[in-house]
């Protein structure tokens, strides 16, 4: 079992930049991949980026390549989500994510702990 809280959400203008945190307790951080998903007004939750046990691997959604970095810290137990060059489009309840495997990838069925989620809302 592990708990996942998230911060650092808010209110960005378009091109700006936000950071959000993830931390983690209850199972072994270091063996599994951790995630961040988006989910907007009337949308599915939709993958977002993903990193694998040791953060040698990462995996981004196309909308966001070059815009967010996602890195995790074993020792402190937590998972961040750099973004910038924010978009209006990016708004969103952003969750994060464990996964039961070390290696992710773009497989989202294998993430079943999640956090509550932190909105992130860009303005045009």
């Known amino acids: 079992q592990v708990q996942l809280v998230e911060s650092g959400g808010g209110l960005v203008q378009a091109g700006g930049s936000l950071r959000l945190s993830c931390a983690a307790s209850?199972?072994?951080?270091?063996?599994?991949?951790m995630g961040w998903f988006r989910q907007a007004p009337g949308k599915e939750r939709d993958l977002v980026a993903t990193?694998?046990?040791?953060?040698?691997?990462?995996y981004y959604a196309d909308s966001v390549k070059g815009r967010f970095t996602i890195s995790r810290d074993n020792a402190k137990k937590t998972v961040t989500l750099q973004m910038s060059s924010l978009k209006p489009e990016d708004t969103a309840v952003y969750y994060c994510?464990?996964?039961?495997?070390?290696?992710?990838?773009?497989?989202?069925?294998?993430?079943?702990?999640w956090g509550q989620g932190t909105q992130v809302t860009v303005s045009s």
């Open positions: 994510a464990a996964s039961n495997t070390a290696v992710a990838g773009g497989d989202v069925g294998t993430f079943l702990s």
């Open positions: 209850g199972r072994t951080f270091s063996r599994y991949a």
């Open positions: 990193i694998n046990w040791s953060g040698a691997s990462t």
